[in-house]
């Protein structure tokens, strides 16, 4: 059995599924840069037939990343399988991954197929898919729900139609992980022709046992887990990528292979994953969480500077702690800070671009001493969020008085039409968006306010994330500025042009 254990990263695929956490072309490009920067194996980049920004999305990255495998998702039609060997033809390495439900309630109540026409389907698609690609993978999906007998057969017939890696997920989270890691043990043994394929697990987070479980398919002969930065994704969310890589490199002695992760990267992958989406990493998150390597207990505390591994088992510079470090100020030049964030899996498309975010950064080092990685993200995520903006927030001015209302006047552009408006209410940021609603035809429903500081310091920039729904379309706005009032009003806008934008998607679950 192969010690290498192959890291397949639908971050971008997957993980854009969660609610109010679509990303831009630009953004997956980014974030695949990274990716390839990590040594990720297959980066699945979307899913091309859900919308023409997907498909370009997939294309793009295709072209940026030349050292990891590309993947678009295609359920078993000809018209998915097509796309999506389109969007891959300029990959270097590509695959497609093609999927088609197999548990009894998915068919009877979704497809409406029997399990015949079933197996029918998924043999055409991986045949149609090989017209593309020799690198194909067969996902059968809510495996964790499905028949062993019709799984058996099913996957016997898709490796020998031309499937390479043949993934196996527990769609709903409803597995356990003996359960789980013994359904991968039987389908290898028992599938006569389950040495010509790569098998993988896919597992989603709805009991918290998405990581356990992929660990225990692992043990069983699993040699390709499928995760995403920060476990993102819908619902509870998937297997974690950094806790994953982290516990078969940390416990050598138990699992019998390791990836080619390159897990210094790991926390810029997870900061800038959580910048474009707003989605904030949860202090105690395992590795990459801001208490992951935090002792504030005593005897801890003594522990760790008698000897380390007396409460830590593994370093915090191993997964990229040690990069928090400060590299920037006023005096730094346009060469170091466009180094820096090429260091931070920032391509610059024009001297234009760098100039516009080297701007930025001054105005932002006039207003705070220390400027560390997580500002310069947040300033390129919030310059490529008003590269594509109906809406943008011209001037904003909030009175304040203990005991009495705040007014809010506010001049937005809006398609190049600058228009005010003042609010009064009980509070500043209720005031800003009050009149921010009044100059636009829409009324949102907002259901997330979140208020974080990017780093340390009351100089802080603060970073407003926001969730609004709108006719059953949710999006996720950001905003960051060294003013809490003008970080909400950016995020409310930024959110707006998302509404506005009204970019439908189809996205399966697998």
Not at 142 to 158: N, P, T, V, W, Y
Not at 173 to 197: C, V, W
Not at 472 to 489: R, Y
Request: proline share 2%; glycine share 6%.
């Amino acid at each position: 059995m192969s010690d290498k254990l192959i890291i397949f990263d639908t971050t971008l695929r997957d993980g854009e599924q969660s609610p109010g956490a679509s990303m831009t072309k630009d953004e997956k490009v980014r974030i695949a840069k990274i990716l390839e920067k990590m040594k990720v194996d297959v980066i699945e980049a979307g899913f091309a037939i859900a919308s023409q920004g997907d498909f370009e999305a997939v294309q793009a990255v295709a072209k940026a990343v030349k050292d990891s495998t590309i993947c678009s998702l295609a359920r078993a039609l000809d018209k998915d399988i097509d796309r999506a060997g389109e969007s891959i033809k300029g990959a270097n390495s590509a695959r497609i991954h093609t999927f088609i439900a197999t548990s009894d309630i998915h068919m009877q109540m979704k497809l409406r197929m029997t399990p015949d026409e079933v197996v029918s389907q998924a043999v055409r698609s991986v045949k149609r898919a090989t017209k593309f690609t020799d690198n194909i993978e067969f996902s059968p999906e809510d495996a964790g729900r499905s028949e062993i007998d019709f799984l058996c057969r099913i996957i016997e017939k898709a490796i020998k139609a031309g499937a390479t890696t043949i993934n196996i997920p527990d769609t709903v989270g409803y597995n356990i992980p003996h359960q789980f890691g013994e359904t991968m043990r039987m389908l290898i043994e028992r599938i006569p022709n389950s040495d010509k394929a790569i098998f993988s697990a896919h597992c989603h987070n709805d009991l918290g046992l998405a990581v356990s479980n992929s660990l225990a398919a692992v043990l069983s002969g699993a040699r390709q887990i499928e995760c995403t930065i920060n476990g993102l994704g819908e619902r509870a969310g998937n297997t974690s990528l950094e806790e994953v890589v982290m516990a078969v490199r940390t416990r050598q002695d138990v699992f019998g292979c390791d990836t080619n992760i390159d897990a210094t990267n790991i926390l810029a992958a997870s900061r800038l994953v959580s910048s474009i989406t707003g989605f904030v990493v949860q202090p105690n998150k395992a590795i990459v969480g801001a208490n992951a390597f935090a002792h504030e207990a005593g005897i801890h505390q003594d522990g760790v500077l008698k000897h380390r591994e007396t409460y830590e088992i593994m370093r915090a510079e191993d997964v990229g702690w040690n990069t928090n470090s400060l590299v920037l100020g006023k005096h730094s030049g346009r060469n170091a800070f466009k180094a820096r964030l090429v260091e931070l899996g920032v391509d610059f498309e024009s001297d234009e671009a760098l100039n516009d975010a080297f701007s930025r950064f001054k105005t932002l080092a006039d207003k705070k001493h220390d400027i560390f990685d997580e500002d310069l993200q947040a300033l390129v995520t919030e310059a490529q969020t008003e590269a594509t903006e109906f809406i943008r927030l011209v001037s904003l001015k909030v009175s304040a008085e203990t005991g009495k209302d705040n007014t809010a006047d506010i001049t937005l552009s809006i398609n190049g039409n600058e228009q005010s408006a003042s609010a009064k209410t009980s509070g500043a940021v209720d005031a800003a968006f009050t009149a921010i609603l009044s100059l636009v035809n829409i009324e949102p429903k907002l259901q997330l306010y979140s208020v974080t500081n990017v780093t340390q310091g009351t100089d802080s920039l603060g970073e407003v994330n926001v969730r609004l729904e709108h006719e059953g379309k949710i999006v996720n706005g950001q905003g960051v500025d060294t003013d809490i009032i003008t970080s909400s009003a950016k995020a409310y806008v930024n959110a707006l042009n998302k509404v506005m934008a009204n970019v439908e998607k189809a996205h399966p679950q697998i």
